[in-house]
């Protein structure tokens, strides 16, 4: 048993990780579309916001023991994809604040 909790508990914290470099990323990359003139601060501040509040609320609500333990051999995968989620959120900032011409 205190290893389900313990699988949880690594689980919880990887996925908050995630969530919340994918919220930075998606603010950089309103940030670069605010700086071009496509965006507001509602929009900088409010869709990261809101990517942060419904993963962690998420979280909490739909992550148990069983699917932690099903989802903790998928964690190194899903590092990837976050990574490129965030590069292309930095390569979008550095286009629009015009640092690379497309």
């Known amino acids: 048993m205190g290893d389900r909790q313990a699988v949880l508990e690594r689980v919880q ?3 908050t990780i995630m969530v919340t470099l994918k919220a930075l990323g998606s603010f950089l990359g ?18 990261p916001l809101f990517i942060f509040l419904v993963g962690r609320h998420l979280i909490k609500t739909k992550l148990n023991e069983e699917r932690a333990a099903g989802l903790v051999k998928y964690i190194p995968l899903l590092y990837c994809f976050l990574v490129l ?11 629009k604040m015009q640092f690379f011409m497309v």
């Open 30 to 47: 309103q940030m670069g579309l605010m700086h071009a003139g496509e965006s507001t601060w509602v929009l900088a501040v409010g869709f």
């Open 85 to 95: 989620a965030v590069v292309g959120n930095v390569m979008s900032f550095l286009v």
């Open 13 to 15: 914290k990887h996925f």
